[in-house]
């Protein structure tokens, strides 16, 4: 089992969740919020899911209020916003930090194996990390890379 596998985190309605279970999957991990110019990027994300899920892709949105505070509210509103405003059908998570001390586990791994321009730190909201059906990263995506310009790279992993 790769490191990323023997992480787990929270999901948004309060369940512990192995990310062993998305073993064999290929996976877009997404620091999102729901107030940031990127956030219409839950449409595109959404398309994604829908379009490949039956061939092994799975998102996962993890809720982060780091960057301008642009994601101020609890589970509830965070589903709202997801559910309601933008079908999000993929999995979500509760609201992690993704730097600083309190580092969610998942984001602390995935910052050390593909860095980035900004050494290991997030740039902004809607960052993005490609893994591999075997657990290993992939790719690192910008926020203003939108999900329709990570479609090649999802193909190409599939």
């Known amino acids: 089992m790769t490191p990323f596998h023997q992480l787990t985190a929270t999901s948004l309605r309060g369940e512990l969740i ?36 039956d061939r092994g892709l799975v998102v996962l949105g993890f809720p982060c209020n780091q960057f301008g505070h642009q994601e101020p509210g609890g589970a509830d509103e965070i589903a709202q916003t997801c559910h309601i405003n933008y079908g999000v059908s993929f999995p979500m998570f509760e609201k992690v930090e993704v730097n600083g001390a309190a ?13 980035g321009v900004l050494g290991g730190r997030i740039k902004w909201n809607f960052t993005k990390f490609l893994i591999g059906r075997d657990g290993k990263p992939l790719r690192r995506f910008a926020p203003f890379t939108p999900p329709e310009k990570i479609e090649t790279f999802i193909l190409t992993a599939l």
Do not use: W
């Open 18 to 53: 192995s990310m062993a279970d998305y073993a064999g999957k290929l996976i877009l991990v997404v620091n999102t919020a729901s107030h940031c110019g990127f956030t219409p990027q839950y449409a595109g994300l959404e398309a994604l899911y829908k379009q490949y899920a």
């Open 103 to 115: 580092t969610h586990p998942v984001f602390r791994y995935l910052k050390d194996e593909l860095p």
